[in-house]
């Protein structure tokens, strides 16, 4: 995995309770770097709705600025929910469970 | 039995007939396939009918039905005698399972059971080559689906949740996800565009939304009811499948008649749309109106919103106009019909029946118009009609009651008045009539399957014509006359149609050939059942009658009293008992039925050509047209429709009938007839009647005039008076006896015949 910066991550619940926060921390991130953007869920507890705005989010913007967001690690929750949602495929997530990378 | 079970007996019996009408159509022409379709489409309705009743066994079988019937749509199979065959005896099955289900049997008899499965194995033989393969129209084999429940549809499902939920504690995925308990979610689609630029937006607020394909057995109810915390926050379209729509079109159209149909309404006593959704459509045209001067028709506003298919909404607003026409009664509907036992109220299907619609439900002008014209039919309760009826009858006596007041009062303008009243009386009192009248088609048509049947049974090739379809009568006679018309068909067939070869012979074509026939005539309607068989052998009949010692050995009879020997009780001139008639049972049995009617029937036939058996009932039971006499101070009623003129009666006339231009007329004297007290009137007048082509007069001492009449039953006391056919109460008070014309035509021309054997008796008078 080639190791472009930043790395943007989470490690708490991508829950609305750490919205606000997630958000601020996500979006400084995006726009204190240059190139493609790359995340890893793989230590994310529970998401719910407001995580996945979230990821929706930071989505839109990376591709705002002619950046991708490569989202590198999911934990199973995650994987579960893009799943669902059927937007595994659009967020170019892994299909594993597993954290490809760097595990803890 | 519930009111909607009702309903849904009563709907599919005329689906059956429906359907069996088009398989004998199609049997005649297999090449037809808009007969398929209109079979289908009864098979289908029937089905989804069952379905909403929750009557499984029946569902399930029609299943069985339809999944034949679609391959012969496709054209994968083709209509062969076998299969129509298997057809009917399904159709004639559903009818017993109906049965059952309206005297709320719960389980089959096993005679019912053993005939069921033995069909559905026929079913499965005949269309098992590609049973898998069922239509996208229908839905897929029973093997997937359990009984009792919607086969799974695909419903769409699109929802857009409001900016607060999530901070209202709610997380939209997990409604989503809590989805998955009806069925299986197909297809989801995220959609975020309404999320604001990163700077403005909040990530506690919620900007998602969904479009969700869910496969599903379970009703809209049970699909909104996911949805019942964030309803108030979320934007919330669900339409159903399409194969939902041929079945909400089915409900839609079985809702009783209302007060005033409002189109949402009818939507949510189907199950097509949700109250909820119902109130949010209503809402927006609240809204369009506010702003401009004419708001869209709920039906468009529905359709937009997704919450219902287009085509659910035209069926919708067609059932509705048909409402309203029936109700409006402007011009007298084609036909209806009342039916018992079906009230005007039904509880929805499943949704709470409290619906608060207070907005205005617009009946899409342009479509309604364009109402189709099969759904037009009102049910009324008999009893509401009857009571009508009665009214009626005695708004007609109070109106001739009044007429008499004006008409001794001698103010002209009390007189005009009453007058223009008896007129309006008497169209009321026709139109409350007709209402009671039923076109004698759909009886008639019953008999093709009949004669289809019987000639199979019989091995003879016959064909039956219908004629005079649309003569209407009353429905109470309607529903009596069939036994008996059912009786002369099957003996015209057995009896009156010769075998092949014999028709051969006589050079007749091979095809035997029914036909029935109805008209009016003056104030009866006739009713006949024709063939062109051998005729009445006439010598054979005497010969039996002789043997069974009904007439004297030496007696000589004209042909057409040897023909009324068939009506005798325990006759039966067949020399072989079929199956069918020649049992000695019947048509005495025929001739009473219709003489309880106040009918006729008579036969007439010519040897080699065929017989036709002339049945003459009378119009309505209730309420006739009469021609007040008087003899004495006795009131005699004669019907008006009987009555061909009157004229005086020569001073000088001492025989029993008179030269009428030429004609000879028979005539009764009243006071002898009826044995009354009094000196006749110097001069007397003669009233000729006509019933049934026998012209007689009646000599009466005075003449009244037309006379409006309800009849009133004779007590049972005076039920055996000869020529008396009940009674009334006369304006004045006093009571008027209406004559029996059929009795005492036949009287008098009777005397007249047997006048002329012997010399002619003198009158006394």
């Given at each position: 995995?080639?190791?472009?910066?930043p790395?943007?991550?989470?490690?708490?619940?991508?829950?609305?309770?750490?919205?606000?926060?997630?958000?601020?921390?996500w979006?400084?991130?995006?726009?204190?770097?240059?190139?493609?953007?790359?995340?890893?869920?793989?230590?994310?507890?529970?998401?719910?709705?407001?995580?996945?705005?979230?990821?929706?989010?930071?989505?839109?913007?990376?591709?705002?600025?002619?950046?991708?967001?490569n989202?590198?690690?999911?934990?199973?929750?995650?994987?579960?929910?893009?799943?669902?949602?059927?937007?595994?495929?659009?967020?170019?997530?892994?299909?594993?469970?597993?954290?490809?990378?760097?595990?803890? | 039995?519930?009111?909607l079970?009702?309903?849904?007996?009563?709907?599919?019996?005329?689906?059956?007939?429906?359907?069996?009408?088009?398989?004998?159509?199609?049997?005649?022409?297999?090449e037809?396939?808009?007969?398929?379709?209109?079979?289908?489409?009864?098979?289908?309705?029937?089905?989804?009918g069952?379905?909403?009743?929750?009557?499984?066994?029946?569902?399930?079988?029609?299943?069985?039905?339809?999944?034949?019937?679609?391959?012969?749509?496709?054209?994968?199979?083709?209509?062969?005698?076998?299969?129509?065959n298997?057809?009917?005896?399904?159709?004639?099955?559903?009818?017993?399972?109906?049965?059952?289900?309206?005297?709320?049997?719960?389980?089959?008899?096993?005679?019912?059971?053993?005939?069921?499965?033995?069909?559905?194995?026929?079913?499965?033989?005949?269309?098992?080559?590609?049973?898998a393969?069922?239509?996208?129209?229908?839905?897929?084999?029973?093997?997937?689906?359990?009984?009792?429940?919607?086969?799974?549809?695909?419903?769409?499902?699109?929802?857009?949740?409001?900016?607060?939920?999530?901070?209202?504690?709610?997380?939209?995925?997990?409604?989503?996800?809590?989805?998955?308990?009806?069925?299986?979610?197909?297809?989801?689609?995220?959609?975020?565009?309404?999320?604001?630029?990163?700077?403005?937006?909040?990530?506690?607020?919620?900007?998602?939304?969904?479009?969700?394909?869910?496969?599903?057995?379970?009703?809209?109810?049970?699909i909104?009811?996911?949805?019942d915390?964030?309803?108030?926050?979320?934007?919330?379209h669900?339409?159903?499948?399409?194969?939902?729509?041929?079945?909400?079109?089915?409900?839609?159209?079985?809702?009783?008649?209302?007060?005033?149909?409002?189109?949402?309404?009818?939507?949510l006593?189907?199950?097509?749309?949700?109250?909820?959704?119902?109130?949010?459509?209503?809402?927006?045209?609240?809204?369009?109106?506010?702003y401009?001067?004419?708001?869209?028709?709920?039906?468009?506003?529905?359709?937009?919103?997704?919450?219902?298919?287009?085509?659910?909404?035209?069926?919708?607003?067609?059932?509705?106009?048909?409402?309203?026409?029936?109700?409006?009664?402007?011009?007298?509907?084609?036909?209806?019909?009342?039916?018992?036992?079906?009230?005007?109220?039904?509880?929805?299907?499943?949704?709470?029946?409290?619906v608060?619609?207070?907005?205005?439900?617009?009946?899409?002008?342009?479509?309604?118009?364009?109402?189709?014209?099969?759904?037009?039919?009102?049910?009324?309760?008999?009893?509401?009609?009857?009571?009508?009826?009665?009214?009626?009858?005695?708004?007609?006596?109070?109106?001739?009651?009044?007429?008499?007041?004006?008409?001794?009062?001698?103010?002209?303008?009390?007189?005009?008045?009453?007058?223009?009243?008896?007129?309006?009386?008497?169209?009321?009192?026709?139109?409350?009539?007709?209402?009671?009248?039923?076109?004698?088609?759909?009886?008639f048509n019953?008999?093709?399957?009949?004669?289809?049947?019987?000639?199979?049974?019989?091995?003879?090739d016959?064909?039956?014509?219908?004629?005079?379809?649309?003569?209407?009568?009353?429905?109470?006679?309607?529903?009596?006359?069939?036994?008996?018309?059912?009786?002369?068909?099957?003996n015209?067939?057995?009896?009156?149609?010769?075998?092949?070869?014999?028709?051969?012979?006589?050079?007749?074509?091979?095809?035997?050939?029914i036909?029935?026939?109805?008209y009016?005539?003056?104030?009866?309607?006739?009713?006949?059942?024709?063939?062109?068989?051998?005729?009445?052998?006439?010598?054979?009949?005497?010969?039996?009658?002789?043997?069974?010692?009904?007439?004297?050995?030496?007696?000589?009879?004209?042909?057409?009293?040897?023909?009324?020997?068939?009506?005798?009780?325990?006759?039966?001139?067949?020399?072989?008992?079929?199956?069918?008639?020649?049992?000695?049972?019947?048509?005495?049995?025929?001739?009473?039925?219709?003489?309880?009617?106040?009918?006729?029937?008579?036969?007439?036939?010519?040897p080699?050509?065929?017989?036709?058996?002339?049945?003459?009932?009378?119009?309505?039971?209730?309420?006739?047209?009469?021609?007040?006499?008087?003899?004495?101070?006795?009131?005699?009623?004669?019907?008006?429709?009987?009555?061909?003129?009157?004229?005086?009666?020569?001073?000088?006339?001492?025989?029993?009938?008179?030269?009428?231009?030429?004609?000879?007329l028979?005539?009764?004297?009243?006071?002898?007839?009826?044995?009354?007290?009094?000196?006749?009137?110097?001069?007397?007048?003669?009233?000729?009647?006509?019933?049934?082509g026998?012209?007689?007069?009646?000599?009466?001492?005075?003449?009244?005039?037309?006379?409006?009449?309800?009849?009133?039953?004779?007590?049972?006391?005076?039920?055996?008076?000869?020529?008396?056919?009940?009674?009334?109460?006369?304006?004045?008070?006093?009571?008027?006896?209406?004559?029996?014309?059929?009795?005492?035509?036949?009287?008098?021309s009777?005397?007249?015949?047997?006048?002329?054997?012997?010399?002619?008796?003198?009158?006394?008078?």
């Amino acid at each position: 995995m080639t190791m472009l910066t930043p790395t943007l991550y989470a490690d708490n619940d991508l829950t609305i309770y750490h919205a606000q926060a997630i958000k601020q921390r996500w979006l400084e991130g995006l726009h204190q770097s240059e190139g493609d953007v790359t995340l890893d869920l793989s230590r994310v507890g529970e998401i719910d709705t407001a995580g996945l705005q979230l990821l929706w989010l930071l989505r839109r913007e990376a591709h705002a600025s002619g950046r991708r967001l490569n989202i590198v690690a999911v934990s199973p929750t995650v994987a579960d929910l893009l799943a669902f949602c059927r937007l595994t495929e659009n967020f170019s997530a892994p299909r594993a469970t597993e954290p490809e990378v760097e595990a803890a | 039995m519930d009111e909607l079970t009702g309903v849904f007996v009563q709907e599919s019996r005329e689906q059956l007939a429906e359907m069996e009408a088009g398989l004998l159509a199609l049997e005649a022409n297999p090449e037809e396939t808009s007969d398929i379709n209109a079979i289908f489409r009864a098979a289908h309705t029937i089905k989804g009918g069952a379905g909403v009743v929750e009557c499984s066994y029946l569902e399930s079988f029609t299943h069985k039905v339809e999944n034949l019937l679609d391959q012969l749509r496709d054209g994968r199979l083709s209509p062969s005698e076998m299969r129509i065959n298997l057809l009917l005896d399904c159709a004639d099955h559903i009818g017993l399972l109906l049965d059952a289900l309206e005297q709320g049997e719960t389980t089959l008899s096993t005679s019912v059971i053993d005939a069921d499965t033995r069909l559905r194995e026929r079913l499965e033989q005949e269309s098992a080559p590609s049973v898998a393969s069922a239509s996208p129209a229908s839905p897929p084999p029973e093997a997937v689906a359990p009984v009792g429940e919607n086969a799974p549809d695909i419903w769409y499902i699109s929802v857009r949740f409001g900016e607060d939920v999530l901070r209202h504690g709610m997380d939209p995925i997990a409604f989503l996800r809590f989805l998955t308990t009806l069925g299986d979610i197909r297809e989801l689609q995220t959609l975020a565009d309404t999320m604001p630029p990163a700077e403005q937006m909040d990530p506690e607020a919620c900007y998602l939304g969904f479009e969700i394909c869910l496969e599903t057995s379970a009703g809209k109810p049970e699909i909104e009811a996911v949805f019942d915390f964030v309803r108030d926050e979320c934007e919330l379209h669900i339409l159903p499948p399409h194969s939902r729509s041929e079945d909400y079109i089915a409900l839609i159209n079985a809702l009783p008649d209302d007060e005033r149909p409002l189109l949402g309404e009818m939507l949510l006593r189907a199950g097509a749309l949700t109250e909820s959704e119902l109130l949010i459509g209503l809402n927006s045209q609240e809204l369009a109106k506010a702003y401009t001067d004419n708001s869209p028709p709920i039906g468009a506003i529905l359709v937009e919103h997704k919450s219902v298919r287009p085509e659910v909404v035209e069926a919708a607003i067609q059932r509705q106009s048909a409402i309203q026409q029936a109700q409006q009664q402007t011009a007298p509907a084609p036909r209806v019909i009342e039916h018992e036992e079906v009230s005007a109220q039904i509880e929805p299907v499943a949704s709470p029946p409290a619906v608060v619609a207070d907005g205005e439900h617009h009946p899409a002008p342009a479509k309604a118009r364009a109402a189709s014209s099969e759904a037009r039919m009102l049910r009324v309760q008999a009893e509401k009609l009857d009571r009508l009826i009665d009214l009626v009858g005695e708004l007609v006596i109070a109106g001739a009651s009044a007429t008499e007041l004006a008409r001794q009062s001698g103010a002209t303008q009390l007189v005009e008045a009453t007058s223009l009243l008896s007129r309006l009386v008497e169209d009321i009192r026709d139109s409350a009539l007709q209402l009671r009248m039923v076109q004698i088609g759909e009886t008639f048509n019953r008999f093709n399957r009949v004669v289809r049947d019987v000639s199979h049974e019989l091995g003879k090739d016959i064909g039956l014509v219908i004629r005079g379809g649309e003569t209407e009568l009353d429905k109470s006679l309607i529903e009596k006359v069939g036994d008996p018309l059912m009786h002369l068909v099957r003996n015209a067939m057995d009896h009156g149609i010769e075998s092949q070869e014999k028709r051969q012979a006589a050079g007749k074509p091979a095809r035997g050939r029914i036909e029935l026939n109805a008209y009016h005539d003056s104030s009866s309607v006739v009713i006949e059942v024709s063939d062109d068989g051998g005729g009445l052998p006439y010598d054979k009949i005497l010969a039996k009658a002789v043997a069974q010692g009904l007439v004297p050995a030496n007696q000589s009879l004209t042909d057409e009293e040897i023909a009324a020997l068939i009506f005798r009780p325990g006759f039966s001139t067949a020399d072989r008992v079929s199956n069918l008639s020649g049992r000695g049972v019947g048509l005495d049995v025929v001739a009473r039925n219709i003489q309880a009617l106040r009918g006729t029937v008579e036969i007439k036939s010519k040897p080699g050509q065929g017989s036709r058996f002339v049945i003459r009932l009378p119009l309505t039971l209730a309420i006739i047209d009469g021609f007040l006499t008087a003899v004495g101070k006795n009131y005699f009623i004669v019907p008006l429709d009987t009555v061909v003129e009157c004229i005086e009666l020569p001073t000088h006339c001492d025989r029993e009938y008179l030269n009428l231009r030429g004609e000879v007329l028979p005539f009764l004297r009243l006071r002898d007839e009826f044995e009354l007290e009094g000196e006749p009137s110097t001069r007397q007048s003669v009233v000729v009647v006509q019933y049934a082509g026998h012209k007689v007069g009646l000599v009466v001492d005075r003449l009244h005039g037309e006379f409006q009449t309800v009849i009133k039953p004779l007590g049972p006391l005076f039920r055996h008076l000869r020529g008396i056919g009940g009674s009334t109460i006369l304006g004045s008070g006093e009571v008027g006896l209406i004559l029996d014309v059929p009795l005492l035509a036949r009287r008098a021309s009777r005397r007249e015949a047997r006048s002329f054997e012997p010399a002619p008796r003198a009158h006394k008078h």
